[in-house]
């Protein structure tokens, strides 16, 4: 029997009694920074240092495909996940208790306490997030159809207060994933359009324009696409101090909900 | 008796074998592929002419194999005597009837949890001889199979998997031996080279891709670094029955990203080794880049190509390496010819004309805050097979343009984890990220045209005697370009990304091609009123 072999059997009681723990027990910040360590050396490759920039599944997300316990991501590093890129791994107990301590600090992107509180009023911040027409182009959960924009559903738990106030400020600064601006010129005087760009691929672009409707274009219909930057949202940068510190407010109060 | 055997005979198909001598002149059997690059020199073209530039329009789907899988499917299927066998990840083996695809027989292997793999549980295809298929697995084993019905015959660990060590690529038989490797570049592994005796499994030789004390070459490791020095072989070599040489590509040195626990060229890491196929002697190397830190494996195709180099008549090999420079070398020797970029690169001023080694440019190296250097971490190409034709006299490449942020971190090895010193970000920028087939003049690398792909690609190319070039996309899309000019000749959605080499074969004379694409398996041929009578 080699020696890595016989050095598994040794560790399996242990992993069993991990594995029958329901709480991570290593947490501390020292086991963080630990954590953050043994990511980047066994786990960055195809995760990424930010949980989301790598090929691998995201973790910068609270969505746990294959549960969202501690013992459930304890599982998961340990053991791998079938028909996939994720093997299990030959790590230590206290490694992998280590490395999904950071791991949850990923969750969400802004780990130091997203959209901290601060002045405004959240009731005054909804009312002004309506009347001024927000929910022609975002969503809130159930509220809302608004589709050229994300749904804003949990913003508050994924942005600090200083990100969305330059969200608001100033839109074209950084446009979600998925909302790009996309100009095409339709040839034989088929004019141009303007939307988000939903996907396009070898052959083709699609798009949803200002009225939201899918449109389809085949690559030689068009003489142009362009993608010129920015946001379609209008910038709200004049709004009044107590009128931004409310929609602030408001903004940070969606936590997310029940909707998945 | 008589009846009994006419009965045998009516109802089961009757195989015959598949000889060396046949691997060494397929031309013998056209209408089959015997070996995962189509003929030992490696040019991935088919010598069949039904489908051309003109016809192609009338391609169609003839039939589809859904594999049961998630994982990347990347096998190239190998058919002799109407019978085409295939793997699907990690290791399961069909055999199919070519002409519907019909399941004939099924292996299916037990993987134990815990395999190491840098990029998935993969398998790229197998190798055949007399009535034996023979495959490496994700767990590192050798193993052979019975063609007629799968019944495993020999079984024989190469490594132990609980190192990191896996084995990815078809194997490649050479007279009575089989040679395959080990992947495992990034787990700290030491690579190695393969033979077995195509009968009892016995390991006839090893040859390891980095030099161990003693060894010549060692003095290229600092350390004790050799003995994590990596060098994996995860793609097939290539043969010269008339040299008797095999030519195998090496993979990265590592960890990956962080060269400084390994001061030293670290031979025989992102090289091509030049063995005697007997005795796994080497007879040369050649480094394309010494003391790699961006993880550029020259594990690409090896192709062997005889033509005219500066006036002289010479037995080259020429390969695309993912460092981004296409390479011509005498075969015979070793010695280095010619070197040009065949994509974007930023990394080296240029490549001595007299030595081949590069002339690495400042500020290239890894760091803690990320360096963006050409071409992308994946290559200029990669894995996904190069093709030749002897009729064009071109060589035909999938490359991939674009760049990545390559970053040092720390190197710390840990049997069975990954060991790769820091870690990349691609760089995914507008108009700089996309993917060609090319043409090159096999002699010079200049470029003679250019399809250009909306994204990188990770699908090879097949050439074929009718005058095409087939080739996939990331999007899923199968095409077939003229081989003469690059123009699209048509292409259809196959519905899964194509992250494989194409391969071509007959029934009854009439050609076919066939493709993995996402979890299935497609053959297309023309429509029957477009196939000749």
């Not at chain 2, 592929?33 to 003839?62: C, F, M, Q």
Request: proline letters at 5%; glycine letters at 12%.
């Amino acid at each position: 029997m080699s020696v890595p072999r016989l050095c598994w059997l040794m560790l399996l009681p242990s992993l069993l009694a991990a594995q029958s723990r329901d709480r991570n027990p290593h947490t501390s910040p020292k086991d963080v920074a630990e954590g953050r360590r043994m990511y980047a050396l066994f786990c960055v490759f195809c995760h990424g240092m930010d949980g989301a920039s790598g090929r691998g599944a995201r973790l910068a997300t609270t969505f746990r495909r294959h549960g969202t316990s501690d013992l459930d991501q304890y599982r998961v590093i340990a053991n791998g996940v079938p028909g996939t890129e994720m093997s299990g791994h030959f790590l230590e107990e206290e490694e992998i208790w280590r490395i999904l301590a950071f791991v949850r600090t990923l969750e969400r992107a802004t780990p130091h306490g997203a959209c901290a509180t601060g002045p405004g009023s959240v009731g005054a911040g909804r009312t002004s997030f309506v009347e001024r027409g927000c929910l022609g182009c975002h969503s809130v959960g159930a509220e809302g159809s608004g589709r050229l924009g994300p749904d804003l559903n949990g913003i508050g738990a994924a942005r600090t207060r200083e990100h969305l106030r330059d969200s608001l400020s100033d839109p074209g600064r950084s446009v979600a994933p998925g909302y790009r601006t996309v100009l095409v010129t339709v040839r034989n005087g088929g004019g141009e359009v303007r939307g988000v760009l939903l996907t396009q691929d070898e052959y083709t672009v699609h798009l949803m324009d200002g009225g939201e409707r899918i449109r389809s274009f085949r690559r030689e219909e068009l003489s142009g696409i362009q993608f010129p930057g920015g946001s379609n949202m209008p910038a709200y940068a004049a709004l009044a101090g107590t009128e931004m510190d409310s929609l602030l407010s408001y903004l940070c109060s969606l936590q997310g909900g029940a909707l998945r | 008796m008589r009846g009994l055997l006419t009965l045998a005979v009516a109802v089961f198909p009757v195989f015959g074998q598949v000889t060396y001598e046949q691997l060494r002149d397929p031309a013998s059997r056209p209408g089959d592929w015997l070996t995962y690059s189509g003929n030992y020199a490696s040019y991935r073209h088919s010598p069949l002419r039904d489908i051309t530039a003109v016809n192609a329009s009338a391609l169609e789907i003839k039939w589809i194999y859904q594999a049961r899988i998630m994982e990347k499917f990347q096998t190239t299927p190998l058919v002799a005597d109407g019978v085409m066998y295939i793997t699907t990840p990690p290791n399961d083996v069909a055999a199919l009837d070519a002409a519907t695809g019909v399941k004939i027989w099924e292996y299916r292997r037990r993987i134990p949890s815990k395999v190491q793999t840098c990029c998935g549980q993969v398998n790229r295809g197998l190798a055949i001889l007399g009535d034996r298929l023979f495959m490496a697995t994700v767990d590192a084993h050798a193993v052979a199979l019975d063609r007629k019905t799968g019944r495993v015959l020999w079984d024989v660990e190469m490594a132990d998997f609980q190192l990191g060590y896996s084995a990815t690529h078809a194997p490649l038989v050479i007279k009575d031996k089989v040679l395959m490797g080990v992947a495992g570049g990034e787990y700290g592994i030491r690579g190695f080279l393969d033979a077995y005796d195509v009968a009892s499994g016995k390991r006839a030789w090893r040859f390891y891709t980095v030099a161990g004390p003693g060894e010549a070459g060692s003095e290229s490791w600092q350390g004790d670094s050799w003995k994590t020095g990596g060098a994996p072989i995860w793609i097939t070599g290539s043969y010269d029955p008339e040299l008797n040489l095999t030519y195998w590509g090496t993979g990265n040195p590592g960890p990956d990203w962080n060269g400084d626990v390994r001061q030293g060229d670290n031979l025989y890491s992102a090289s091509v080794v030049a063995l005697d196929s007997d005795t796994g002697r080497l007879k040369w190397h050649f480094q394309f880049t010494p003391h790699d830190v961006h993880d550029w494996d020259a594990t690409q195709i090896m192709m062997l190509v005889d033509q005219q180099v500066g006036g002289r008549a010479r037995k080259t090999l020429v390969t695309a390496n993912r460092n981004g420079f296409y390479y011509v070398l005498d075969r015979a020797t070793g010695e280095f010819l010619h070197a040009s970029p065949f994509v974007k690169q930023t990394w080296a001023k240029e490549i001595d004309g007299k030595t081949g080694r590069p002339a690495r440019l400042p500020g290239t190296l890894p760091s803690a805050q990320g360096t963006r250097v050409y071409p992308q971490v994946a290559g200029g190409t990669n894995w996904m097979s190069p093709a030749y034709n002897p009729g064009t006299g071109l060589f035909y490449v999938a490359v991939r343009e674009g760049s990545s942020l390559y970053y040092q971190g720390e190197a710390l090895y840990k049997p069975g984890a990954r060991y790769q010193g820091g870690f990349f970000n691609n760089e995914r920028v507008m108009e700089d990220w996309y993917g060609a087939v090319r043409a090159l003049d096999p002699a010079t690398g200049a470029l003679r045209w250019e399809h250009r792909l909306f994204q990188p690609p990770w699908a090879g190319v097949l050439s074929t005697a009718g005058g095409v070039v087939f080739a996939g996309t990331e999007d899923g899309y199968f095409k077939a370009l003229d081989a003469m000019s690059g123009r699209e000749v048509w292409h259809l959605n196959l519905g899964g990304r194509v992250i494989a080499s194409p391969m071509s074969f007959a029934v009854k004379g009439v050609q076919r091609v066939a493709i993995a694409a996402g979890s299935s398996l497609f053959v297309l041929g023309l429509r029957s009123a477009s196939e000749p009578r």
